[in-house]
């Protein structure tokens, strides 16, 4: 997970209101990166698997919503390769690359969500751009 982690802390420094994200395999949920410490990214690998699997139809998430670390959040929209979920002063951000899936967990008011979608599409474009 090393090398990873630089990606995890880009992101995080890009959005101080990220407060956990993991970079994960889009093929299988297997975490690749993530926040550690007091902030660790808690989501089980079987709820990673079923999370990456959204992303094979994201048309269909808004109407059952997504869960991670045990949340279920409400999924007011959904991009080809993007899904926006919100709970209360919380929610998240994940994004698909050629293969990967970056989720960053947020907390903050609705003000803070455009500068956390900006840091996770950055880090896709940066990561589609570099073949991942």
């Not at 919503?65 to 007011?76: L, M, S, T």
Request: glycine share 6%; net charge negative; hydrophobic share 45%.
């Amino acid at each position: 997970m090393s090398g990873w982690n630089a990606y995890i802390d880009t992101m995080t420094a890009a959005a101080p209101s990220i407060k956990r994200c993991a970079i994960v395999g889009a093929a299988d949920g297997s975490v690749w990166a993530r926040t550690e410490a007091d902030n660790v990214f808690k989501a089980s690998e079987e709820e990673l698997k079923t999370f990456v699997a959204l992303f094979n139809d994201v048309t269909q998430v808004p109407a059952k919503g997504a869960d991670i670390e045990g949340v279920h959040y409400v999924v007011p929209r959904t991009e080809e390769s993007l899904i926006f979920g919100k709970k209360e002063n919380t929610g998240f951000f994940a994004v698909k690359t050629k293969s990967a899936v970056l989720i960053a967990v947020y907390e903050g008011p609705n003000e803070v969500a455009a500068q956390v979608r900006k840091a996770v599409e950055s880090m896709q474009t940066y990561l589609n751009n570099a073949g991942y």
